[in-house]
């Protein structure tokens, strides 16, 4: 079975920092760029980051760009974001996505459960 | 960034409707747009790819169509369990964009 499993969410205050990671299991993981997408609370969805299968292709989106780096290793089959100066927007839950095909852009055909981030004092 | 515009933000229809949600592009995406299902407190749930390509188990009365900047996501009989949030999401550029969402309730 294709799975995706995010841990690392929590409570942090302003300015702080959390590492999210996101284990896959049931497909060859590095043939597939990954991306986290983000839904605050009442919210719409956010796409926030992507990586591709070799890690030589990564980008973020705008609004956590220079905060937040994606990264991932293989041989845990493990995507990780890292979140660094959190804001109290950055609030939300945090999802990972499996790319369909193996392009960047391709839709996401496997979704984790999210795991919450709240950034509040 | 490409913009993705949305419509309508929510509708009310009954068992057995036709329902049509639209996605506008800001600019031209070729067919790079997906659409998404997602029910309160879950994950969303791949339906169409490739603007009209149906996800594997997906239903067939979920159907997509459009290229270039305009965009549909049809639901040919609305069932019980179709009532939730859509979103569409393009496949051109990054950053990415999704729309504003689409909530269906029930009528």
């Known amino acids: 079975e294709v799975q995706l499993v995010e841990s690392g969410g929590g409570l942090v205050q302003p300015g702080g920092s959390l590492r999210l990671s996101c284990e896959a299991s049931?497909?060859?993981?590095?043939?597939?760029?990954m991306s986290w997408v983000r839904q605050a609370p009442g919210k719409g969805l956010e796409w926030v980051s992507v990586?591709?299968?070799?890690?030589?292709?990564?980008y973020v989106g705008d609004s956590v760009k220079g905060r937040f780096t994606v990264s991932r290793d293989n041989s845990k089959k493990t995507v990780y974001l890292q979140m660094n100066s959190l804001r109290v927007e950055d609030t939300a839950v945090y999802y990972c996505?499996?790319?369909?095909?193996?392009?960047?852009?391709?839709?996401?055909?496997?979704w984790g459960q999210g795991t919450m981030v709240t950034v509040s004092s | 960034a490409i913009q993705m515009t949305q419509s309508p933000s929510s509708l009310s229809a009954s068992l057995g409707d036709r329902v049509n949600i639209t996605c506008r592009a800001s600019?031209?995406?070729?067919?790079?747009l997906s659409w998404y299902q997602q029910r309160p407190g879950k994950a969303p749930k791949l339906l169409i790819y490739?603007?009209?390509s149906l996800q594997r188990g997906v239903p067939s009365r979920f159907s997509g169509s459009g290229s270039g900047t305009d965009f549909t996501l049809t639901i040919s009989s609305l069932q019980p369990e179709d009532f939730a949030t859509y979103y569409c999401?393009?496949?051109?550029?990054?950053?990415?964009?999704f729309g504003q969402g689409t909530k269906v309730e029930i009528k």
């Open positions: 996505a499996k790319t369909k095909y193996q392009l960047m852009l391709d839709a996401f055909d496997v």
């Open positions: 600019q031209g995406i070729r067919n790079d």
């Open positions: 999401l393009e496949g051109y550029s990054t950053p990415r964009t």
């Open positions: 990586i591709s299968g070799s890690s030589d292709s990564a």
């Open positions: 490739d603007a009209s």
């Open positions: 049931g497909f060859t993981f590095n043939m597939y760029a």
